[in-house]
């Protein structure tokens, strides 16, 4: 089927927003700032056919999925989710590589928003690191746990919490850390806010209305630059 007749197909119901491969082409784009004009203009196809990849459960051929993941910097298996079950950071390292500190503004413009960072807690059987979803509200980093999770642990706790980005296809990528006192946010009309203002509840599921707030006391972050590429 030609790509015309495929964006043609518009009589079909998107199912879930698209599949697998259209989410990851989606995120992927957004996390370079591409619009859909941009990638089907480096992908040498039509913007179109990239809405219809990214809302609809599509199976491009091998050419087109060769040209997108060329166009946004990654690989065919990264789209296909062939590496989901391997840990971030497979590729080799960059032959000339620095390894750069962040200013604040760097590291707050970095954290800002919303995604998945990880928390360092305190239990009986040892200290653990776990991911949380978290936002960040009034420059401060915001989950939402369990009362009996391993996250709420942190409460009341000198905390680290980091959060990074690898970029496989150019072996570069960032990290920053945050650290500061967690505290539970227990007035009824700040809970309502931080309810309102998340992204997404926690991708675990299930009954986790307890808000940990942490207040940021030290910033610090590192970036992996290839040697050549633009600041």
């Known amino acids: 089927m030609s790509e015309t007749s495929r964006t043609a ?14 989410r990851r082409v989606a995120l992927r784009r957004q996390e370079l700032g ?19 990849v990214e809302e609809y459960p599509a199976d491009p051929g091998a050419g087109v999925l060769l040209r997108l993941a060329s166009a946004l910097e990654t690989s065919t298996a990264e789209l296909r989710g062939g590496t989901a079950m391997s840990p971030p950071g497979l590729g080799r390292a960059a032959h000339h590589a620095d390894l750069l500190e962040l200013s604040p ?39 939402r746990t369990a009362p009996d ?31 500061g006192r967690a505290r539970r946010v227990t007035d009824p009309a700040a809970v309502r806010r931080l309810d309102d203002a998340a992204y997404t509840p926690p991708w ?21 630059r290839v040697r050549g590429e633009p600041d």
């Open 204 to 224: 675990p599921g299930g009954g986790r209305d307890l808000w940990l707030r942490i207040e940021p006391e030290r910033i610090t972050g590192r970036r992996i």
């Open 149 to 179: 999770a391993t996250p709420a642990a942190a409460a009341g706790a000198e905390v680290a919490f980091e959060v990074d980005h690898i970029d496989e296809a150019l072996s570069e990528g960032w990290s920053v850390l945050v650290v």
């Open 9 to 22: 197909q518009t009589g079909s119901r998107p199912i879930g927003g698209g599949g697998d491969l259209g």
């Open 34 to 52: 591409l619009s859909r004009a941009d990638l089907a203009a480096r992908a040498g196809t039509s913007p179109g056919y990239v809405r219809y």
């Open 105 to 143: 503004w760097e590291c707050r413009e970095r954290l800002a928003t919303h995604g998945v960072g990880r928390v360092s807690v305190s239990t009986a059987p040892g200290p653990a690191i776990v991911p949380v979803n978290y936002s960040v509200v009034d420059d401060a980093v915001v989950f």
